[in-house]
């Protein structure tokens, strides 16, 4: 009766596993073996137990589902319109926003993914016809079985928190950290693993990646690590990182550097500044042909990218009467895709000029367009769906660097992507689907 009762529990999306699969080593044929009983059994039954008593709500209950439940009461006949219904098997738009909702409501900041990962994997375990392909703390790869024609790939941390915890669903939306850039995504991957698990007929073969720590500098990425224990993944003939695009196509993406310029000045007291060397007014005649460039546009592929100099911090002064005697100042580069890592260096050591000592933080490389992909043209023609240049930083640049064309595509809007009021609408994640679900099996 237990055994019975948790598949049936583990048919619907967002119902917890009997248990995590545990990790393993990268195996492209790597499976799952039948549950036994286990320790959530006794929970189970008396979640099954309390489901069947009457139920008293408690002040606040379930605050994250009261703002929004449209296939409910008076408001019914809205959702109706507003939620389509779908044929058989495919996932309703409420089903794939509540799947996104418990996403976001797992704290996942940069290097705590572990709780998120393995919530993951316990929906891959509940769903027969998955195998998991490799697991670690922090990143999940799993499948169909068998050689990837394509890979989707997406991340599960975020930005830290700002007050927009836990989140909601409401007008159409579903808000909180990290609905846009990039739980909204990996809702879709797993709302399209378990239809196609479920037995839907495709002509691609897809291997889904989800790994943490990639709002962080490029020398903690958990992709370059993986790609070595887990080379099943590079077999893949295109890789669809779906970064917020608004469900369209980004190709190629900037690359990005990160600095420090540091302007030397002379201590002095306030009263006598001519007695010292002020930092700050150093900084400001320094910053100021910085602050003065316009964009310079670079088109590759006919596709027109723009690269930008910002100053993005600055720190200096000891006190109120005291001339400073160093100011830091904090640059970021975006460089196109046909530059080198190098090659933007020297760049924007040449746009520094004289100006203060610059120290390199980080150099990561930006990724090149490559339109004749014939994976990349068959999505490009599900739809007539538009191309862009994507003006950022993404993963792209890791897959490219491996020799795996990457193009971004996913339903969260950039505009909203690290915002206090981050969104993404239900229409675009059903949307998202519905392209991936075609590309994949039309």
Aim: proline share 7%; aromatic share 4%; with cysteine.
């Amino acid at each position: 009766m237990v055994q019975r009762s948790l598949r049936e529990r583990g048919a619907d999306l967002g119902a917890p596993a009997a248990r995590a699969p545990a990790a393993g080593r990268c195996s492209p044929h790597a499976g799952r073996g039948r549950h036994g009983p286990s320790p959530a059994a006794g929970a189970l039954r008396q979640r099954e137990r309390a489901a069947r008593a009457p139920r008293r709500r408690r002040r606040g209950a379930n605050r994250v589902h009261a703002d929004w439940d449209p296939c409910a009461g008076p408001r019914a006949a809205r959702c109706a319109s507003s939620l389509p219904e779908l044929p058989a098997g495919l996932t309703p738009p409420r089903q794939l926003a509540e799947l996104l909702l418990s996403l976001i409501n797992i704290p996942s900041v940069s290097r705590e993914e572990q709780e998120v990962t393995g919530w993951i994997a316990q929906q891959v375990a509940a769903k027969d016809g998955l195998q998991v392909v490799h697991r670690q703390a922090d990143a999940i790869v799993f499948g169909l079985g068998g050689r990837p024609d394509v890979v989707l790939a997406g991340h599960s941390d975020t930005v830290p928190e700002q007050g927009n915890l836990p989140g909601r669903i409401e007008a159409g939306e579903v808000l909180g950290l990290g609905a846009a850039d990039m739980k909204g995504a990996l809702a879709v991957m797993l709302a399209l693993a378990a239809e196609l698990a479920a037995g839907t007929e495709r002509r691609l073969n897809p291997l889904f990646v989800i790994f943490g720590r990639e709002e962080v500098a490029l020398a903690e990425s958990v992709l370059s690590g993986l790609f070595r224990s887990c080379p099943a993944i590079l077999a893949a003939q295109l890789a669809l990182v779906m970064e917020p695009t608004a469900n369209q196509l980004q190709a190629g993406c900037l690359g990005n550097i990160m600095a420090e310029l540091t302007f030397a000045g002379v201590a002095a007291h306030s009263a006598r500044p001519w007695l010292g060397r002020n930092a700050i007014h150093e900084a400001v005649r320094g910053l100021r042909r910085l602050a003065e460039l316009e964009p310079h546009e670079v088109v590759l592929d006919g596709l027109e990218f723009r690269e930008v100099v910002s100053v993005t911090e600055i720190r200096g002064g000891v006190a109120g009467n005291v001339v400073p005697d160093s100011c830091v100042a904090g640059l970021n580069f975006r460089f196109a895709g046909d530059r080198t890592p190098a090659e933007a260096e020297a760049r924007l050591r040449e746009l520094v000029g004289p100006a203060g000592e610059l120290t390199i933080s980080s150099n990561a490389p930006g990724a090149p367009v490559n339109l004749a992909n014939p994976l990349l043209q068959r999505l490009r023609d599900t739809r007539g769906l538009a191309l862009e240049p994507k003006q950022a930083w993404t993963p792209v640049a890791e897959f490219a660097a491996q020799g795996v064309d990457a193009i971004n595509f996913g339903p969260g809007d950039p505009d909203f992507a690290h915002r206090r009021d981050e969104r993404v609408s239900i229409e675009a994640l059903g949307t998202s689907l519905s392209i991936l679900r075609e590309y994949i099996c039309g």
